[in-house]
């Protein structure tokens, strides 16, 4: 692991605030017994940081919180996973819901226009390109029956207006 490198605000920073940022951000115990060669505050520091290591008590309950702020890391990631992988599955089931449901409404209109267009040329109607376009253009359901209805009950010989 790299040392720490001081942020450009930190130039313009008492030499003090800058030794303890030193100490703070090394990584191994020369660098930290270095600076606190430096200053007796951070020689003090170091003297409580030793004489804490030691203490079998402080290091089993560093180790043991150190290993809880792991367990709990992972329990996060395995949540944060768990939510991902829900919400994949909510969506593809959403997503193939809305596709049956889009699908199924186009091959409704299709149906419709498909049975107006028959109607139509079974009653002798001029069924033009245009006419069709018309009719297959349209992704109204309910024009399309009231359409479906006005065909069959034409005369042969009537024409027919898309309206």
């Keep these: 692991m790299a040392p720490l490198k001081a942020p450009a605000i930190l130039a ?8 303890w940022a030193r100490f703070l951000g090394s990584v191994s115990d ?6 606190a060669k430096e200053d ?12 804490l290591s030691a203490n079998p008590e ?13 367990l709990y890391q992972m329990d996060i990631d395995a949540a944060n996973e768990q939510g991902i992988q829900k919400g994949f599955e909510k969506g593809i089931e959403k997503g193939i819901e809305k596709g049956f449901e889009k699908g199924f409404e186009k091959g409704r209109m ?6 107006v267009i028959c ?26 029956d009231r359409w ?10 009537d024409v027919f207006h898309a309206d």
Excluded: F, H
């Design 148 to 157: 479906l209805v006005r065909a069959s009950t034409m005369n042969p010989g």
């Design 40 to 51: 007796p505050m951070i020689d003090q520091a170091m003297d409580a940081l030793r004489s």
């Design 58 to 70: 402080t290091r089993s309950a560093a180790m043991s919180r150190e290993e809880a702020l792991m």
């Design 119 to 144: 109607v139509l040329a079974s009653k002798g109607a001029d069924v033009t390109q245009q006419l069709r376009d018309i009719i297959e253009g349209c992704g109204d359901a309910d024009r399309l």
């Design 110 to 115: 299709q149906t419709l226009a498909y049975a």
């Design 30 to 35: 020369d660098e930290r017994a270095e600076v």
């Design 12 to 19: 313009a920073a008492p030499p003090a605030l800058l030794r």
